[in-house]
């Protein structure tokens, strides 16, 4: 092969030359690409960032706002609250003090900084959201040749410089709480266990064995106490209306319902509505609901009446104006199926041939009534009122109820009984050291 002609030779680095600025110029153009495409990935990442860091300020905005509502006492558990999902800070929108408090006592506190986890997290965010930038960035390094190496340098730091960094802000810090608003009236959780703790600690003192220096403890083994000297009808007081408050449906337990007893004994701006009303479907409710219902299965319109005054003495009051009506119209109805008695004007010595009188014992709020075993209407007693008693028919009575011939009289005056026997008193004697008597 003959050596190339100067001609040739032009021809052939002009075409060299050609290339060489071509692929130059496709660098310059794929400069401008990543550019653009840096640019737009950076506002898109700002975007992400300013409306996670805008939903993170309302989040700290309300904790701070419902820390003063509710007070320094709750912060630990609007912390304790909001873990994991401080959107449900929205649930209190519009909700008053005492309300909140009241669903924050279902929380046990928590040591954890709300404020500063949703910082942390953002800060996170922040962090993730500029790698995916760099790696935007990033993706045109690699892309030269040997030719276009000097432009792929100059064109990331163009790159860089365009695109930047995220544009950061700073959070909200935590606000102090302060005591809270209405927190004069409001009694929440923490006042009703530091009163549990009076009434075992205080009112009650536990119990220690002596040779082993270890708590007693009841067979379900929990400690045992014993009541302090002293206290004893305070802690008998408050057993009882503990016990009433129960059984008029406070459902919380034992030890909520003697913590709430003893915040309304000894605070009259706290009402605890259970000690003197129950509610429908509660224990007594459904008891003396069971008991009207025997009552009235066994013929006894006293122990129904019964039944219709604990009802009302408890609050009851729509049940017991139902049941009334049903032992009125059932009252009517006997007394319309019996025949009309007889009317005596004068006094006779027949002997009644009824049964024989009898009392029962009937649970009347927290004591025990007695009432005559049968119903006597009116009508009865005015009819029984003519009638002559006799001896025979007082045996009878007494036998029937176990009970002396002066309590069978006062037994049969209960059902209108008013003509007995009269017997003759032996004057006896009174021993000479008795003063009075000579």
Excluded: C, H, W
Excluded at 65 to 81: E, I, M, P, R
Excluded at 82 to 94: C, E, I, M, V, Y
Excluded at 145 to 171: H, N, S, V, W, Y
Excluded at 358 to 383: A, F, H, L
Aim: no cysteine; net charge negative; proline share 3%.
């Amino acid at each position: 092969m003959g050596l190339l002609s100067s001609r040739t030779f032009r021809q052939i680095a002009l075409g060299a030359a050609g290339r060489y600025e071509e692929k130059r110029q496709t660098m310059r153009d794929r400069i401008d690409e990543y550019r653009e495409r840096a640019i737009d990935t950076k506002n898109d990442i700002q975007t992400k960032y300013n409306e996670f860091f805008d939903e993170e300020k309302e989040n700290i905005n309300m904790f701070n706002q419902l820390s003063t509502l509710v007070g320094a006492d709750y912060v630990g558990k609007l912390n304790s609250f909001a873990q994991g999902n401080p959107n449900k800070l929205n649930l209190f929108l519009n909700q008053n003090a005492n309300t909140v408090r009241a669903e924050l006592d279902k929380y046990q506190d928590s040591e954890a900084d709300f404020v500063q986890q949703r910082t942390e997290k953002l800060k996170l965010k922040e962090n993730e959201l500029n790698q995916n930038l760099q790696d935007q960035v990033g993706l045109f390094k690699g892309t030269s040749t040997l030719f276009t190496r000097d432009l792929e340098e100059r064109g990331m730091k163009e790159i860089q410089a365009e695109a930047g960094t995220l544009q950061t802000q700073t959070l909200p810090s935590v606000q102090a709480a302060g005591p809270g608003m209405g927190t004069d009236t409001f009694i929440g959780q923490k006042k009703i266990s530091e009163n549990i703790d009076y009434y075992n600690n205080t009112l009650k003192v536990a119990q220690i064995d002596p040779n082993t220096k270890l708590p007693v403890l009841n067979d379900d083994g929990t400690q045992a106490y014993k009541i302090a000297k002293g206290q004893e009808s305070t802690v008998e007081r408050i057993d009882n209306l503990a016990k009433i408050s129960i059984e008029n449906g406070f459902d919380k337990g034992l030890d909520q319902a003697i913590g709430n007893v003893i915040e309304a004994e000894n605070n009259q701006n706290y009402e605890f509505s259970f000690m003197t009303t129950a509610i429908e479907g509660s224990p007594i409710d459904v008891e003396l609901t069971q008991l009207f219902n025997e009552a009235k299965i066994q013929n006894k319109p006293l122990s129904m009446q019964s039944v219709i005054d604990e009802l009302r003495e408890r609050g009851l009051t729509s049940k017991a104006d139902m049941f009334q009506k049903e032992l009125d119209d059932f009252t009517t109805q006997k007394i319309d199926e019996e025949p009309e008695p007889e009317t005596e004007t004068t006094t006779t010595t027949t002997q009644p041939t009824d049964d024989i009188p009898g009392i029962e014992q009937v649970r009347k709020g927290k004591g025990v009534t007695t009432k005559t075993e049968d119903y006597i209407s009116p009508e009865q007693k005015d009819i029984n009122s003519k009638k002559q008693v006799t001896e025979e028919f007082i045996k009878q009575v007494m036998d029937k109820n176990n009970v002396d011939r002066n309590r069978a009289i006062e037994i049969l005056q209960m059902y209108g009984y008013t003509q007995f026997p009269q017997v003759t008193k032996t004057e006896t004697k009174a021993p000479p050291f008795l003063k009075g008597k000579k």
